[in-house]
């Protein structure tokens, strides 16, 4: 619901400022005052919410904050010697021995939710300086989750990311939205229609215009234009039958769903190169989890002739 990603927004943006306040995090806020410098649990589980808060709204500028704070992990938590991070970085006081935290609790461990904000950057734009540290770091305690499987699920969840191929599909791949037909060229008073198709990744489907319960969102059609037109009712595709597991079949689109949006030109229409666009709201599910709604946007020429 767009009233968790807001507060999500708000808290992200606390985070990296209440807690910033002179570009170095801190670990605490109380009674109007941030203090003590940030340590490693801090810096990998605020990058790790930034990459979940990036793919929900599909905003950049949270995966840049991630990649920021993954770059100061690198910097100052690093172990160039073996690998992985110490728990406390170059600016905290020096201590008689470092250590370096691989192992689930409560939370999962500091240097596994590292290792999963590594292995996520390794996938977006600029990621390949993150993939040397990462498969260094797995490569080096790959005993250790050999040993202590259960103890080590995040640990496992990264090298499954890095090592176990590219199905990952982010939220701004699950579904596109792209124009099928070329300038749609009418005269005065003439009528077409404008093709668009929306593509589902594989392994993922949207609900369908019309859905069964009220927890389901459903794909919605937004259509305008800047011609003297009018234009609609949005002709949606027929849709497939879902088995969500529990019993119950669900409308949904899946693979390629055309869409097609009426053009009728108005009779007195002055001749000219205008537009008509159709935005799709939707929510793409995989059978284990639904994402957010995104919306995609295509237009196409609409020329006018001369006649």
Request: charged share 20%; with cysteine.
């Amino acid at each position: 619901e767009e009233r968790y990603l807001a507060a999500a927004r708000r808290a992200g943006q606390c985070a990296l400022t209440t807690l910033k306040p002179n570009g170095e995090l801190l670990r605490r806020y109380a009674k109007g005052e941030a203090a003590i410098a940030a340590y490693l649990d801090d810096y990998a589980f605020l990058a790790d919410g930034l990459l979940d808060l990036a793919d929900a709204t599909g905003e950049a500028t949270w995966a840049d904050e991630a990649r920021s704070l993954a770059d100061t992990l690198l910097d100052t938590f690093w172990d160039p010697a073996d690998g992985g991070f110490f728990y406390s970085g170059t600016g905290h006081e020096t201590l008689i021995a470092q250590s370096k935290d691989f192992f689930d609790g409560a939370l999962p461990s500091p240097n596994g939710v590292a290792a999963r904000v590594l292995a996520r950057l390794t996938k977006l734009p600029d990621g390949g300086r993150y993939d040397g540290f990462i498969r260094a770091m797995l490569t080096n305690y790959h005993g250790l989750m050999a040993r202590a499987p259960q103890a080590t699920a995040t640990l496992i969840l990264a090298a499954r990311e890095v090592f176990g191929g590219s199905d990952k599909v982010s939220v701004q791949e699950a579904i596109t939205l792209r124009a099928d037909t070329g300038d749609l060229t009418l005269n005065p008073g003439g009528s077409g229609t404008a093709m668009f198709t929306l593509s589902i990744a594989e392994g993922f489907h949207v609900n369908a215009r019309f859905v069964p319960r009220p927890d389901l969102i459903a794909t919605v059609a937004m259509m305008g234009t800047s011609a003297p037109a009018a234009v609609g009712p949005v002709h949606f595709p027929q849709e497939s039958m879902y088995d969500d597991g529990a019993g119950e079949s669900l409308p949904v689109y899946r693979g390629e769903a055309r869409f097609g949006l009426p053009v009728v030109i108005a009779a007195d229409a002055t001749p000219g190169t205008y537009s008509v666009t159709l935005t799709i709201r939707a929510q793409p599910c995989t059978d284990t989890e639904c994402l957010a709604p995104v919306e995609r946007t295509a237009a196409i020429r609409v020329v006018v002739a001369a006649v």
